[in-house]
């Protein structure tokens, strides 16, 4: 009995180590001075009216959302055409190539954000959306191809023989028995993806110039002149944004597996 | 004319070679069992028909045309899967009726013809369930249905009652006998279980190590069998090992080690004078017999409506027999004796390389 309570306890100071820090931004956000201080000794909507009135920080919200919708969108369809080409080659290959689509996750952030900031240059990109999605799109397909080369993996193929028997041509097979067999896996890779996009600062800080610049680059240089609350106002937008993917995604997984 | 016709059809897997080639004719509304151990050839066979595997060489024939390369989607071929292969995020009827939607049926006439399918295996009324909250034979019932709606030419069936507990595999036995009876629609059926490949076929094709071994009907197998393997694998079969002493007329006799009378019985082709062979007799031949041959009672097992004794013979040999009466227990010397004409003298299956074996260079 009370080794039960002992373990509870240790869980919940556990989770309350994991979970604390990044909730305690959010009563920041609500503070009436211009410093963030915990908890706040006044409490108003001031600096969400500052951040949301402001056309600075709505423009990096907005293409902060669309550089991690369209890298979703890309690395979704390649991650899961990739995934899907990996099934299909033999156990060798496949330890090769899962190692190759793996390596963004390992690789240091730093060192890609060097070699990616020399491609841009030299290619003219520096500070355009097409660079932030192409390398955003580079740190999120390695979990698209991980989460559906999962989903791949229990699929069992004799279903797919059975629909070919059946007289459905690959592409039907594809759309009526692989996919929706699947989607879970695709839907998790592409909730990753999204909120590696959207939290993405090292390669944005290199690659993201005026003209496309994204909230967490927006809120590292905030920082960096003053510390006010509209900081945490813009990192409480984020955990929002960051949690509906990620509660969204489990009901359309759970809507859609079999 | 033949509905399926395998022309010399052989396959490697690598060096492994897992048919050779094989000739087999399937009539217009036949029921063929392959029979086999696992490892024979059968279900490389059964892929191969379907589409699923290219062969190595050879060619399949449907009728007239040639449908060696043709994809499995243009083949028409109705597949019943070991495991059922249902599409686990479709409803039942969703399942059946995919074969039609893909074929564009109106909507109508696959509503119409999904609910005589499930009539037809039972089902009524399950439409709408999902796959897993059917049993294992609820299950195998609507493969059967998703198979046998799109009207194939050929149903294709891979041990189709494997998953299923005893009571229910007879039952369903008896289902797809009565389907295919009504229906005559040509059939090929992958097992290992020879009880099944009875009931159910017109004719058996007995695979080992790649090949047909041999291709009758269950009574030419039972009775007929061309060799110790085919003895072995029908029915239950006791087999005595010996040597042919004499052969005359289609008839043998073999002299067994411990045995003092050599055993005379019918012969099979491939038996040669001096040659080793063995003698097959069944446990229901085998009854007491006054002066008989001396057989000591290992065991006795009470199977129902009979009872099976296992006896001891001089030499070490062992048989089972069905039809001894009496109240006799273990131990107990019993007088046996057998009517000469139920005899066989088979051939010793050779022992060819088997597969994956030394074939490899």
Same mark, same amino acid.
């Given at each position: 009995?009370?080794?039960?309570? @002992?373990?509870?306890?240790?869980?919940?100071?556990? @989770?309350?180590?994991?979970?604390?820090?990044?909730?305690?931004?959010?009563?920041?956000?609500?503070?009436?001075?211009?410093? $963030?201080?915990?908890?706040?000794?006044?409490?108003?909507?001031?600096?969400?009216?500052?951040?949301?009135?402001?056309?600075?920080?709505?423009?990096?919200?907005?293409?902060?959302?669309?550089?991690?919708?369209?890298?979703?969108?890309?690395?979704?369809?390649?991650?899961?055409?990739?995934?899907?080409?990996?099934?299909?080659?033999?156990?060798?290959?496949?330890?090769?190539?899962?190692?190759?689509?793996?390596?963004?996750?390992?690789?240091?952030?730093?060192?890609?954000?060097? @070699?990616? /900031?020399?491609?841009?240059?030299?290619?003219?990109?520096?500070?355009?959306?097409?660079?932030?999605?192409?390398?955003?799109?580079?740190?999120?397909?390695? /979990?698209?191809?991980?989460?559906?080369?999962?989903?791949?993996?229990?699929?069992?193929?004799?279903?797919?023989?059975?629909? @070919?028997?059946?007289?459905?041509?690959?592409?039907?097979?594809?759309?009526?028995?692989?996919?929706?067999?699947?989607?879970?896996?695709? $839907?998790?890779?592409?909730?990753?993806?999204?909120?590696?996009?959207?939290?993405?600062?090292?390669?944005?800080?290199?690659?993201?110039?005026?003209?496309?610049?994204?909230?967490?680059?927006?809120?590292?240089?905030?920082?960096?002149?003053? /510390?006010?609350?509209?900081?945490?106002?813009?990192?409480?937008?984020?955990?929002?944004?960051?949690?509906?993917?990620?509660?969204?995604?489990?009901?359309?997984?759970?809507?859609?597996?079999? | 004319?033949?509905?399926?016709?395998?022309?010399?059809?052989?396959?490697?897997?690598?060096?492994?070679?897992?048919?050779?080639?094989?000739? =087999?004719?399937?009539?217009?509304?036949?029921?063929?069992? #392959?029979? !086999?151990?696992? !490892?024979?050839?059968?279900?490389?066979?059964?892929?191969?028909?379907?589409?699923?595997?290219?062969?190595?060489?050879?060619? #399949?024939?449907?009728?007239?045309?040639?449908?060696?390369?043709?994809?499995?989607?243009?083949?028409?071929?109705?597949?019943?899967?070991?495991?059922?292969?249902?599409?686990?995020?479709?409803?039942?009827?969703?399942?059946?009726?995919?074969?039609? %939607?893909?074929?564009?049926?109106?909507?109508? &006439?696959?509503?119409?013809?999904?609910?005589?399918?499930?009539?037809?295996?039972?089902?009524?009324?399950?439409?709408?369930?999902?796959?897993? %909250? =059917? *049993?294992?034979?609820?299950? %195998?019932?609507?493969?059967?249905?998703?198979?046998?709606?799109?009207?194939?030419?050929?149903?294709?069936?891979?041990?189709?009652?494997?998953?299923?507990?005893? %009571?229910?595999?007879?039952?369903?036995?008896?289902?797809?006998?009565?389907?295919?009876?009504?229906?005559?629609?040509?059939?090929?059926?992958?097992?290992?279980?020879?009880?099944?490949?009875?009931?159910?076929? &017109?004719?058996?094709?007995?695979?080992?190590?790649?090949?047909?071994?041999?291709?009758?009907?269950?009574?030419?197998?039972?009775?007929?069998?061309?060799?110790?393997?085919?003895?072995?694998?029908?029915?239950?079969?006791?087999?005595?090992?010996?040597?042919?002493?004499?052969?005359?007329?289609?008839?043998?006799?073999?002299?067994?080690?411990?045995?003092?009378?050599? =055993?005379?019985?019918?012969?099979?082709?491939?038996?040669?004078?001096?040659?080793?062979?063995?003698?097959?007799?069944?446990?229901?031949?085998?009854?007491?017999?006054?002066?008989?041959?001396?057989?000591?009672v290992l065991e006795r097992v009470y199977l129902g409506e009979i009872v099976a004794v296992r006896l001891s013979l001089a030499g070490g040999h062992e048989l089972w027999s069905r039809r001894l009466a009496g109240e006799f227990s273990a131990s107990d010397i019993v007088e046996?004796?057998?009517?000469?004409?139920?005899?066989?003298?088979?051939?010793?299956? *050779?022992?060819?390389?088997?597969?994956? !074996?030394?074939?490899?260079?």
């Amino acid at each position: 009995m009370i080794g039960r309570i @002992a373990l509870n306890a240790f869980v919940a100071l556990v @989770a309350a180590f994991l979970v604390l820090p990044i909730v305690a931004v959010v009563p920041g956000a609500f503070s009436a001075q211009s410093f $963030i201080r915990l908890p706040p000794e006044t409490w108003s909507l001031r600096w969400w009216n500052t951040f949301f009135a402001d056309p600075s920080w709505r423009r990096t919200l907005i293409s902060s959302l669309q550089v991690a919708m369209l890298t979703t969108f890309v690395s979704a369809t390649a991650g899961t055409a990739a995934a899907l080409g990996i099934a299909r080659c033999g156990p060798r290959v496949q330890t090769v190539l899962t190692g190759i689509f793996l390596g963004p996750i390992v690789t240091p952030v730093i060192v890609m954000a060097v @070699a990616l /900031y020399a491609m841009a240059l030299s290619t003219g990109l520096v500070g355009t959306m097409t660079a932030l999605v192409a390398a955003h799109t580079m740190m999120a397909l390695p /979990y698209v191809v991980l989460n559906v080369g999962v989903s791949l993996s229990g699929l069992d193929r004799r279903l797919l023989l059975a629909a @070919a028997g059946l007289g459905a041509d690959p592409v039907r097979v594809f759309q009526t028995v692989t996919l929706p067999l699947i989607a879970p896996g695709v $839907i998790g890779g592409s909730v990753f993806a999204f909120v590696t996009s959207f939290d993405e600062v090292v390669l944005s800080i290199f690659l993201a110039g005026p003209a496309a610049k994204t909230l967490p680059v927006r809120i590292w240089e905030e920082i960096r002149v003053e /510390y006010t609350p509209v900081v945490a106002v813009a990192a409480s937008v984020m955990l929002v944004l960051a949690l509906m993917a990620a509660i969204g995604s489990r009901f359309a997984a759970r809507k859609l597996s079999p | 004319m033949s509905a399926v016709r395998f022309q010399a059809i052989a396959k490697s897997f690598g060096p492994v070679q897992a048919l050779l080639p094989v000739d =087999l004719e399937i009539a217009q509304g036949e029921f063929l069992t #392959l029979l !086999g151990p696992s !490892g024979s050839g059968k279900t490389t066979l059964l892929n191969i028909c379907a589409g699923y595997l290219e062969p190595t060489s050879g060619h #399949l024939f449907v009728g007239e045309r040639d449908i060696t390369g043709l994809p499995p989607r243009h083949r028409n071929m109705g597949m019943v899967f070991q495991n059922y292969a249902l599409f686990p995020h479709m409803s039942v009827a969703e399942n059946i009726a995919y074969g039609l %939607q893909v074929r564009r049926f109106a909507s109508e &006439d696959i509503r119409r013809r999904v609910a005589g399918a499930l009539q037809m295996v039972r089902l009524d009324g399950l439409g709408d369930r999902a796959i897993r %909250q =059917l *049993s294992g034979g609820q299950q %195998q019932r609507v493969a059967l249905a998703r198979a046998l709606v799109i009207e194939p030419d050929i149903l294709l069936m891979d041990e189709p009652l494997g998953a299923l507990d005893r %009571q229910l595999r007879k039952e369903v036995q008896l289902e797809i006998r009565r389907l295919h009876v009504s229906q005559r629609r040509t059939t090929i059926y992958v097992t290992h279980d020879q009880e099944e490949a009875l009931v159910m076929s &017109d004719r058996i094709a007995v695979m080992r190590a790649g090949r047909i071994v041999q291709l009758g009907s269950a009574v030419d197998l039972y009775e007929r069998p061309v060799d110790t393997f085919v003895a072995k694998f029908i029915g239950e079969s006791n087999l005595l090992a010996g040597i042919v002493v004499s052969l005359a007329d289609g008839r043998a006799c073999l002299t067994v080690s411990g045995i003092d009378q050599p =055993l005379a019985g019918t012969a099979a082709p491939g038996v040669f004078a001096g040659s080793p062979a063995a003698a097959l007799l069944r446990p229901e031949a085998i009854y007491n017999r006054a002066g008989g041959l001396k057989a000591k009672v290992l065991e006795r097992v009470y199977l129902g409506e009979i009872v099976a004794v296992r006896l001891s013979l001089a030499g070490g040999h062992e048989l089972w027999s069905r039809r001894l009466a009496g109240e006799f227990s273990a131990s107990d010397i019993v007088e046996i004796g057998w009517d000469a004409n139920v005899v066989s003298i088979l051939p010793n299956a *050779s022992d060819e390389p088997q597969l994956g !074996g030394t074939n490899a260079e």
